[in-house]
């Protein structure tokens, strides 16, 4: 699959067989993680066979089988530290699709005292990934239109730009409340957050859908 392939394959799972992800599998997700916390100055993790995470009432009754996450974590002081864990956390999340894998963004309905995630001081885990082998491959999210989410006319928007949108709108968002805005000013793209739970995070995941299918960098 090529990546506008993958993110329009990729949906929200929270529904996981009971199978051990394989060694393969973990060692792929495993030098991702490795690569792109360098990369980005986050400290990301893959937390495999590890029940205790999602056993917590808010969770009660949302999974089944989730016992495999991602952790993102950053530095408190990190600048846009949000942002970035949804940008480089978009990239886990499609690989992850791409090797057979299925996934959900979880914000609050987790423990994070249960998490066993290796912390720094003065680290934060913002949130993770539920991650396993879907017992299905999830439904499609309704979206707002195009008109609510961008100040281009679709009939006036350049090719590129509708494959950016379409993207976008793919994102996955905490509560698919889509709190972003996409602006074209000339050949620049500037895509902005509204103030709601966990919309910086969407904002880092819809740029990387943006920019991964068009191949130009959003500000």
Not at 9 to 36: G, I, M
Not at 74 to 88: H, I, Q, R, S, T
Not at 144 to 168: I, Q
Request: some cysteine.
């Amino acid at each position: 699959m090529d990546i506008k392939e993958l993110i329009k394959a990729r949906h929200s799972v929270r529904r996981f067989k009971d199978v051990p992800v394989n060694d393969e599998h973990r060692a792929t997700l495993d030098e991702l993680a490795k690569s792109l916390s360098e990369e980005s100055g986050l400290n990301i993790q893959v937390i495999y066979d590890d029940p205790d995470c999602f056993k917590t009432i808010l969770a009660y009754g949302s999974f089944k089988n989730a016992v495999n996450y991602i952790a993102l974590i950053g530095d408190k002081k990190m600048e846009d530290l949000a942002e970035k864990c949804g940008y480089y956390g978009q990239q886990m999340v499609l690989k992850a699709q791409e090797i057979g894998l299925n996934t959900c963004w979880v914000g609050g309905t987790y423990s994070k005292g249960k998490c066993k995630v290796d912390t720094e001081k003065g680290e934060k885990l913002v949130c993770i990934i539920a991650l396993g082998y879907g017992e299905d491959e999830g439904v499609k999210h309704k979206s707002k239109p195009v008109s609510k989410l961008c100040n281009v006319a679709e009939a006036d928007m350049p090719v590129w730009f509708k494959n950016g949108m379409v993207a976008a709108m793919m994102a996955p968002t905490a509560l698919n409340q889509q709190k972003f805005y996409v602006t074209l000013n000339g050949d620049d793209v500037i895509i902005t957050a509204q103030k709601a739970p966990f919309s910086k995070v969407d904002l880092g995941i819809v740029k990387y859908n943006f920019e991964a299918v068009t191949g130009r960098k959003c500000k």
